[in-house]
C-alpha cells in the first residue's frame, strides 16, 4: 500500500503520481492531511448548500473553504503542525454549522456524506482516517478523473478568490458554486456525463473570478502599463516578496517606505513592477532572479529575508543558508519558517519583523544587469489596438502564439525557450504567469515597435488574454475565437493553471497545446473526450508543432 497519493501536479512522479514523498518535497503525512482537509470541507459544504437555500449565508464557512482549497495546492504549504491546527478548526466549524442546520429545521437523515459526521481529535487517528479518503478512494478510473479535474480547478479558483477578498471584492455565488462542486464530487450518482458538465461549469466560474480578480487589482492600484523593469540591484539592504498577493506587497511598501530598506520582486510577483500604484514607492527596485525553482540559487545570493505570500516554494536544501531569512504569510508555510500572521479587520499586516531583519543583511549580490519589459495587460493592449491591428492587416504579424502558464525544474521545459528562440520575427507572443521566465529576456525584438512578447502579468491575468482575443475577434468581425490567427501553446504545473485552461475552454477556446506533459490525472477516457470535443493535445517536438502550427 502506497503511504500517500498524489497526481495534481505536471511533475507528479512518472506522470501518474507520487506515492512515497512528493516531487515538490511535500511529505507524506502533509499530503495525507491535505486529502482529510478537503474531506472536511466535502462535509462542511454539505452543510452550507442546504442552509444556503434556506437563505442562509456564512461568511465563515465561505472564507473557511476557500482558505483551506488554497492551502492544499502545490507548493504552498508544507507544515504539518498548520495542518492539525486546520483539521481541528474544520471540525469545530463542522460541527457549528451541522448545529446551525438541525436549528432551522434541516434534516440530518438527508444528510448521507460520512465526512459531515467522521470527528476525531487524536492525531494518531486523524493520520489513519487520511489514508482513507484520499484520491484513490473512488474506484472507478473516469469519475476519479473528472472529480480530481474539478477539485483541482476549484483550488486554483480559490487562490484567485483570496486575492480578491483580500481587496475587498466578493462574488457570493463562486462561494456557492465551489461549495456545490465539492459536494458533487461525493455523489456517487452522479455518472460521467454530469461530471463532465460539472467541469466546463467549472470552467464558466473560472472565467468570472479572474474578471472578479482582475476588477480588485485595477480598482486598487491601476491598469498595468508598458514597464521597463529593472533587473540589477542597489546597495541598500532589502526584502524579495514572491508569490501572487498584491494587497500583501501594497503593505510591505508601505511599511519600507523611508526605512533605508529596498524591496524587490521574485518569480509571480513580478507584474507588480506595472502597476502605476506601486511606481511612487522610491525604494521599490525592480525584479531579482528568475522563475520559483530558480530560488535555490537566487535566495542564496540575495543576502536578505525573502517573503512568501503564496505558493511557489521549495523545500531549502540542507546546507541551504538563507533558511533563516524566509517568512512566509497568507495560505503558504513551511516548518521552521517565519509566520506573518493575517492582517486585523481593517488594518494591515504587520512586517515590522522582517523589515528589521533586512535592516542587518548585506544587499543583494548583483546576478544580472538591464531590464525587461511587461504590462500588456488588457488595457494596455487595447491602447495599441490600432497599431496592433494595422500590423496584422499588413502582415507585419502573421500570427499570435499564446505562451502562458506555469514554468518548471524540469529539462523537457527548455522546448519552452527554443520554440520562442525558433517563431519567425512576424509572430508575436503573449504570455502570463512564470512561464514567461523561459524566454522573457531573450533578445525577440520588436514588429514596428510592438514588443514580440507581450507580458501581461501574472497566472490570473491570463484572462487579459481571453479578453484580448474576444476583442480582437469583434475587431476583425470573425464568426469564431478560433478563427483568429491565435495558436495556444500552454505550459502548465499547478492548479492555477488547470482553471486557467477550464476557463479558456468555458470560452470556446480549441485546439490548445499542453505541455511539457497532458495532466496525469486525466484518465485516458477523459483525455480522449477533452480531445475529441476541443482538441486539446500535448506539446510534440519544437520543429513539429513550428510546422503544425504555421501550416
Not at 108 to 132: C, H, L, N, P, Y
Not at 203 to 220: E, I, P, R, W
Not at 355 to 360: L, T
Request: overall charge negative; aromatic content about 10%.
Amino acid at each position: 500500500m502506497s503511504k500517500m497519493f498524489c497526481y495534481q501536479c505536471q511533475e507528479t512522479a512518472k506522470n501518474t503520481g507520487c506515492t512515497i514523498n512528493g516531487v515538490c518535497g511535500k511529505t507524506s503525512d502533509v499530503a495525507n492531511l491535505q486529502d482529510l482537509l478537503m474531506y472536511l470541507c466535502k462535509g462542511i459544504s454539505h452543510y452550507s448548500v442546504r442552509l444556503r437555500e434556506m437563505g442562509v449565508e456564512s461568511a465563515e464557512v465561505n472564507k473557511f473553504v476557500t482558505d483551506s482549497l488554497f492551502m492544499t495546492i502545490t507548493n504552498a504549504n508544507f507544515d504539518r503542525d498548520r495542518f492539525i491546527t486546520r483539521l481541528n478548526q474544520a471540525i469545530d466549524l463542522r460541527e457549528a454549522t451541522r448545529a446551525l442546520f438541525i436549528s432551522k429545521g434541516g434534516r440530518i437523515e438527508d444528510i448521507t456524506f460520512e465526512g459531515a459526521f467522521w470527528t476525531s481529535r487524536d492525531v494518531a487517528v486523524m493520520e489513519q482516517k487520511a489514508t482513507e479518503v484520499g484520491v484513490l478512494a473512488t474506484e472507478n478510473e473516469d469519475i476519479r478523473s473528472l472529480r480530481e479535474l474539478t477539485i483541482y480547478g476549484l483550488k486554483g479558483m480559490a487562490a484567485y478568490a483570496e486575492h480578491a477578498f483580500n481587496l475587498k471584492h466578493e462574488d457570493v455565488s463562486i462561494y456557492a458554486f465551489m461549495q456545490q462542486a465539492l459536494v458533487d464530487t461525493t455523489n456517487d450518482s452522479l455518472g460521467a456525463d454530469e461530471l463532465t458538465a460539472l467541469v466546463l461549469k467549472t470552467g464558466d466560474h473560472g472565467v468570472k473570478v479572474m474578471a472578479l480578480l482582475d476588477k480588485a487589482n485595477t480598482s486598487a492600484y491601476g491598469n498595468p502599463e508598458i514597464t521597463k523593469v529593472n533587473i540589477g540591484v542597489k546597495n541598500n539592504p532589502a526584502i524579495l516578496i514572491s508569490g501572487h498577493d498584491l494587497r500583501d506587497m501594497e503593505d510591505l511598501l508601505k511599511q519600507t517606505q523611508g526605512t533605508g530598506v529596498d524591496v524587490y520582486t521574485h518569480s509571480e510577483m513580478l507584474p507588480a513592477n506595472y502597476y502605476p500604484a506601486f511606481k511612487k514607492y522610491s525604494n521599490f527596485v525592480g525584479n531579482y532572479g528568475s522563475s520559483w525553482w530558480k530560488q535555490t540559487q537566487d535566495f542564496e545570493s540575495f543576502n536578505g529575508p525573502v517573503l512568501f505570500t503564496t505558493n511557489c516554494i521549495v523545500p531549502p536544501k540542507s546546507n541551504a543558508t538563507y533558511k533563516d531569512r524566509i517568512y512566509t504569510t497568507g495560505a503558504s508555510g513551511f516548518p521552521g519558517f517565519k509566520h506573518v500572521a493575517d492582517r486585523p479587520e481593517g488594518g494591515s499586516k504587520d512586517f515590522s519583523e522582517i523589515i528589521e531583519h533586512a535592516k542587518k543583511c548585506a544587499s543583494p549580490t548583483e546576478i544580472e544587469t538591464g531590464e525587461i519589459i511587461g504590462g500588456f495587460a488588457h488595457a494596455q493592449v487595447f491602447a495599441l489596438a490600432d497599431k496592433i491591428v494595422d500590423a496584422v492587416k499588413s502582415g507585419a504579424i502573421r500570427k499570435f502564439f499564446v505562451m502562458a502558464g506555469c514554468d518548471g525544474r524540469m529539462k523537457d521545459r527548455n522546448y519552452y525557450t527554443e520554440f520562442a528562440e525558433a517563431l519567425p520575427k512576424d509572430t508575436v507572443i503573449l504570455t502570463a504567469g512564470c512561464a514567461k521566465y523561459r524566454y522573457n529576456k531573450l533578445p525577440l525584438g520588436d514588429i514596428g515597435g510592438i514588443p514580440r512578447v507581450l507580458d501581461a502579468g501574472q497566472c490570473n491575468d491570463s484572462y487579459s488574454l481571453a479578453v484580448i482575443a474576444l476583442k480582437l475577434k469583434e475587431i476583425f468581425n470573425a464568426n469564431d475565437i478560433n478563427e483568429l490567427p491565435i495558436a495556444y501553446n500552454i505550459a502548465w504545473y499547478e492548479q492555477k493553471a488547470v482553471i486557467v485552461l477550464l476557463a479558456l475552454l468555458a470560452l470556446g477556446v480549441k485546439n490548445i497545446h499542453l505541455g511539457p506533459t497532458l495532466p496525469g490525472f486525466l484518465s485516458p477516457n477523459v483525455a480522449s473526450v477533452l480531445v475529441k470535443n476541443f482538441g486539446l493535445a500535448p506539446i510534440g517536438t519544437v520543429d513539429e508543432d513550428m510546422k503544425l502550427f504555421l501550416g
